[in-house]
Each structure stands twice: as C-alpha cells, then as structure tokens.
C-alpha cells in the first residue's frame, strides 16, 4: 500500500505564494509520477500538475502554466507544489497522487486526503 499525505493549504491574499507538500510512504516504488489535482466546491476534480518520479519531466494545466512549479525530493519520497500568483479562482482543495502519469485522474492509483487552499480577492 501506499499512504500520502499533503500538507501546507491555507489561506492567502491573491497574488500571494503558498508550497504544498505531499510525503509519500508504502510500497513507493510502485508508480512512475506523482501529480497535483484540484477540485472547488460544485467542480468536477481537475489536473493541475503532475513529475515523472523517474526523469523528472513536469507537465502542467494551461490554467497554471507559468505560475505553479511541481518538484520532487527522490529521498524524502515528497513532491512539492509551489503556487505563485495565486488568484481566487485558484481556491479548491488540492489532492497529491501517484500511479501512472498524465492528467487523467484515473491514471493514479493513490490519493491523499486533501488540502485546502483558499484565495482571497
């Protein structure tokens, strides 16, 4: 099994940062890229980021692109989410993932528990 477990949402101004962890434990050889997924109260969960654990290569949701970094530490088994610029619109909570890869949520296998993050105007 898997366990991850996020931290670090919170409140901020918009045009405020925040950074988002995800440390990871289990069996955690068992996925290719972990990944960042949002979803706001009435919204269906949506990609937002996500890094191959192997390579390295990020990709990213237009609507963040230029704003948010996805990084990893290969021995703390943690991928991290800095948010910059944050807009109201950015308020959700956010899910840390890990399977196979991609932007469909169905591609990951392990979810945390969510954090929340909220964006004020």
């Known amino acids: 099994q898997v366990q991850l477990v996020e931290s670090g949402g919170g409140l901020v101004q918009a045009g405020g940062s925040l950074r988002l962890s995800c440390a990871a434990s289990g069996r955690t050889f068992s996925w290719q890229a972990m990944g960042w997924f949002r979803q706001a109260p009435g919204k269906e969960r949506e990609f937002v980021a996500a890094?191959?654990?192997?390579?390295?290569?990020?990709y990213y949701a237009d609507s963040v692109k230029g704003r948010f970094t996805i990084s990893r530490d290969n021995a703390k088994n943690t991928v991290y989410l800095q948010m910059n610029s944050l807009k109201p619109e950015d308020t959700a909570v956010y899910y840390c993932?890990?399977?196979?890869?991609?932007?469909?949520?169905?591609?990951?296998?392990?979810w945390g528990q969510g954090t929340q993050v909220t964006v004020s105007s």
């Open positions: 890094i191959r654990w192997g390579g390295g290569t990020t």
């Open positions: 993932a890990a399977g196979a890869g991609g932007s469909a949520s169905g591609a990951y296998a392990y």
